[in-house]
């Protein structure tokens, strides 16, 4: 039972390093990029095909959401 104690000690040290070593270290310049393209094309694309956004308001809705699942 000894050895099957140490095993599981061993095994949860090796997790916790590893998981220590993949620390998220934010997001890259690629993906800010990205996310701002989409976000102006919502933008543009809102300010162009939308008259009057109040009186269409699922179609607003409808175009930030599809801009959020995007980026």
Do not use: C, E
């Not at 039972?1 to 949860?12: E, F, G, T, Y």
């Not at 993949?22 to 102006?40: D, I």
């Amino acid at each position: 039972m000894h050895d099957l104690d140490k095993a599981l000690a061993d095994i949860i040290a090796i997790r916790s390093q590893l998981a220590a070593g993949t620390a998220f270290r934010g997001y890259g310049p690629a993906a800010v990029a990205a996310t701002g393209v989409v976000a102006l094309a919502t933008a543009f694309l809102q300010f162009y095909g939308l008259d009057d956004p109040t009186h269409n308001p699922v179609s607003f809705f409808a175009g930030w959401a599809a801009a959020a699942l995007l980026s």
